[in-house]
């Protein structure tokens, strides 16, 4: 949750997703440029096992996952001329790489994504939810035996994928908003909307598997 | 509702529906000072809201963990290579960095 505080004379700060702190990208750039083989070695031991670690997230698939690393960096040299700096270059990446995962995932869905319309709460004239929060089990217990995350792993999978996409971005990839909405090109306002309607629909779908079993 | 309100002086009252909206800004520490102490108010007095953050907050938390995320450090990704014993996520393929390496822009 802590965000670049420093800030930045151009552009906006884009944070660090992929990144290392030690690499100092503005020179890492200069040398990729500079078409410096030595920067070329040290540009894919610092990113590919990211980006390939984050396609995997998003593919699902290791074989999608390797072929969208390798297009990434493919993409990534082919317009090396052209990066401006203007985010950060890990940020850049990300941006291409995401862009590879959404392609392959829209020639293969695995199943039919849930409606996430059915999935958010509802609430009566008075501002009441519909349906009160339900009990769950203890969370301590679920969360110590590796069960609640078993079952996020399993539910996130039947979220639509520019939802599941966000969250992972955003949640385990611990992207900014601001980051999310640079690869998506959208506003932030936009992102933080779905960002959140994403999580309120993943809570629905662990509802019934999290509920407590009542005691009558 | 109909009633004319000192605002500055009334207290701010959520609804369910108010806190859901405002939940995500909550967590994140993005609620001004007033509207901040309203949603602590309600969730004083409304049980179902408090385990709609709770468990919202949990969901968050078991995203990072179901995805082999240890205190921030993702993958355990060390230099390019992975490190194990933080749990991290199977390493390349084999053949994909010699893969990328044959796409350098040839000097
Ligand atoms: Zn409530």
């Not at chain 1, 998506?184 to 309607?197: C, G, M, Q, Y």
Request: charged share 30%; net charge negative.
């Amino acid at each position: 949750m802590t965000h670049g505080t420093e800030p930045t004379p151009v552009g906006k700060q884009l944070g660090t997703p992929i990144v290392q702190p030690d690499v100092d990208e503005a020179e890492l750039v200069a040398r990729l440029k500079a078409r410096d083989e030595r920067a070329f070695e040290e540009f894919e031991r610092t990113y590919a096992a990211r980006v390939f670690a984050m396609a995997k997230r998003i593919c699902g698939d290791e074989h999608d996952a390797a072929d969208a690393t390798q297009e990434a960096f493919a993409g990534a040299y082919r317009t090396l001329a052209g990066f401006d700096g203007r985010s950060k270059l890990s940020t850049w990446l990300t941006r291409i790489v995401i862009n590879k995962c959404l392609v392959k995932l829209r020639t293969r869905r695995r199943r039919p994504a849930v409606s996430l319309d059915e999935l958010l709460p509802t609430f009566e004239a008075d501002g009441h939810a519909t349906v009160p929060a339900p009990h769950w089990r203890r969370l301590e217990e679920e969360e110590a035996s590796g069960r609640l995350a078993e079952l996020v792993r399993e539910q996130l999978e039947r979220l639509p994928d520019h939802y599941r996409v966000v969250l992972i971005l955003r949640d385990v990839q611990g992207l900014s908003t601001e980051e999310v909405a640079h690869v998506f090109d959208e506003t932030p306002n936009a992102v933080k909307i779905r960002l959140h309607r994403a999580r309120q629909a993943l809570k629905a779908l662990l509802d019934p598997h999290m509920r407590q079993e009542k005691m009558s | 509702m109909s009633d004319q309100k000192d605002e500055a002086h009334q207290p701010i009252d959520l609804t369910c529906r108010d806190a859901y909206a405002f939940l995500q800004a909550y967590i994140e520490g993005e609620l001004q000072a007033a509207l901040r102490a309203a949603f602590d108010q309600h969730l004083a007095e409304c049980s179902s809201c408090r385990r709609y953050v709770a468990q919202y907050e949990a969901v968050i938390a078991a995203m990072r963990s179901s995805h082999g995320v240890v205190d921030g450090v993702v993958d355990g990704v060390v230099d390019g290579g992975v490190d194990s014993a933080a749990g991290g996520v199977p390493a390349m393929p084999q053949g994909l960095l010699s893969a990328i390496r044959s796409l350098r822009p040839v000097a």
